[in-house]
C-alpha cells in the first residue's frame, strides 16, 4: 500500500537548526523519532539562481514545479506562474486526492478547483484578496488570515489585530472550529502569549497563525484522508531573520551589537518555534495518523548567519506602504502620467518591501512607461528603489530599513512627516535581518517507506544534496505519474 503523504511546509529551515533541537530537547517527538531511526533527514540544495538571488517565492515555485526559475520566470509573490505545473495540481489532475492549506502559489487558483471532486480542501496563501475556499465555510477564516497579513509589518501593530478579530467575533463564536479554535490551538496560542509577556517580545505572538492553520488542517485531513497535502508556515522564518544573532552570537565576528538583555529575550526564539511544530507533530502522532502517511519537513532553502551583518549599519527604523490608493494617487498626479494608464493599474498582493502591480495591457511599452514611473517618483521622494518587470506584472522594492542614506537624513518622526502624505507608514525597530537565505534546505521523512527512501536516494548527488528541482520528480514517481 502506498503511504498517504503530509507536506509541511517549514519556510528556510535549514537541517542544522532542525539537528540543533532534536539535540537539545531529546524528549521531544522528533527527538524521538530520529532516535527510533523513524525520522531521516536529507539536505536539499537550491541550485538554479545564485545564492545571493534566492527568495522564497521563487525557490517555493521552483521546488513544487521541478522548473528552474529561467522556464517558470515567477520570482515575486505577485509574479505570474501557471497553475497547472504545481505538483498538487498536477496529482489532482491524475485523479490523485490532495488538500492545501497556505502553499505558497496556492492563491493562483486552478480553473477546476470548484468542479475537481481530488480537491478535498483548498485554502490558498494569503497573497490575493480573491477569497475562495473548498470547503466554502472556511471563507471567513480566510478572510481574517488574508487581511492580518495584508496589515503585517516589521513590527506589529497589536490595536489593528484586535480591531479584525472583533470584526469576526460573531461568527467565531458561532462557528469556532471552521477558524481552527480547539484545544490543540488554545493550548499553542497560551503558550505564545506567554512567551510574548515572558520575553516582553510582542512580536512572538505572529506565531499564533500556526496552531489556528494547524488545527483546520487536522480536522480536514482527518475527514478526507487525501494522498497529498500540505500545510505552510512562515513563523520560523521569521524568527530566523530576526534573531540569528541571539541564537548564535558566536557566529559573528563582531560582538556586542545589541545588548545582552535582547539577546537573553530573543535566544530561544527558534527553539519556541520548532516546539510547535514538534507538537503539531504529537498532536498527529496521537491520533494514530503515522498509521497510514508518511510527514515530511520540507524547505525550499534555509537560513544561515548573515555574512554580511557584521559591517551593517542596524536601522532605528522600518516603513511600508500602507495606504496603496494614497501612493497611486500621489503618483499620478506628481508625474506626466498617460491618462490611458491610470485606469490599467491594480494593486496585487505582495510582501513588504516588494510591491506588486498589474498593468492590464498588452501593451509592453505602457508597462514600461508605467515602471519608469514609479521608479522615477520613488526616487525624487529621496528612496533607493528597484522596479522588476514579468509579462504585464511589475513589482516596486522599496526597503526603507536598508535604506542608509534615508536612516541617516531622517530620523523616525522626520520620516513620518515627510512620508506620510504619501500613504507610508514608519514604525521603530529593534532587531534586523541577522539571519540571511541559504540555499540548503531540508526534506526531513518520518514514517517513509522503504520504498520511499530508496526513491529519495536514487536523486542525492555526489554533494549529498537532492537538488529540490528533484522534489515533484519524486513525488510524481511515488505516486506513479
Known sequence: ?????????????????????????????????????????????????????????????????????????????????RPEHLIWNRLALNNINVGIIGSIHSSKYPKDLKSNPNYKFYLPDCFTDQIITKPINYSNFQDLNSKLVAQSARVTNIFALIKLIISKTTDIILHPTSYGISLFSLRQISNTLFWAFKFQNKEFIRMSQFPLLASVYTDLLCKHLPAYSTIFT????????????????????????????????????????????????NHLYKRNIFNNFTLIISSSMGQEANPSFDNYKLSSYDGKIKNMNLFLEKLVKSTDFPKILASKISYERNMAPQYGFLVNTNNLLLVETFSSLLFAFTSK???????????????????????????????????????????????????????????IGTLAIINGSNRFHKLVHGFIGKDENIDYLDYSNLISKYFSL
Request: proline letters at 6%.
Open 234 to 281: 512562515n513563523h520560523l522564518a521569521g524568527n530566523m531573520h530576526r534573531y540569528w544573532y541571539a541564537y548564535r552570537k558566536q557566529d559573528f565576528n563582531k560582538g556586542n551589537r545589541y545588548p545582552k538583555n535582547w539577546i537573553k529575550r530573543n535566544k530561544h526564539s527558534f527553539f519556541n518555534s520548532i516546539q510547535m511544530v514538534d507538537d503539531f507533530v
Open 1 to 81: 500500500m502506498v503511504r498517504k503523504i503530509i507536506n509541511l511546509e517549514l519556510n528556510e529551515v535549514p537541517p542544522s537548526v532542525l539537528f540543533d533541537f532534536i539535540n537539545t530537547y531529546p524528549h521531544s517527538r522528533l527527538s524521538k523519532f530520529y532516535r527510533d531511526n523513524q525520522l531521516v533527514i536529507y539536505k536539499t540544495k537550491a541550485s538554479d539562481v545564485p545564492k545571493k538571488k534566492l527568495y522564497p517565492s521563487q525557490t517555493w515555485a521552483s521546488f513544487n514545479t521541478g522548473l528552474p526559475y529561467s522556464e517558470h520566470n515567477c520570482y515575486w509573490y505577485s509574479d505570474p506562474l
Open 381 to 439: 521622494l529621496g528612496f533607493k528603489s528597484k522596479v522588476d518587470i514579468s509579462s504585464n506584472y511589475v513589482t516596486l522594492t522599496l526597503d526603507p530599513a536598508g535604506d542608509i542614506d534615508l536612516q541617516t537624513t531622517y530620523n523616525l518622526k522626520e520620516a513620518r512627516s515627510k512620508f506620510q502624505p504619501y500613504g507610508f507608514e514608519f514604525t521603530p525597530i529593534e532587531d534586523h535581518h541577522s539571519g540571511s537565505h541559504s540555499e
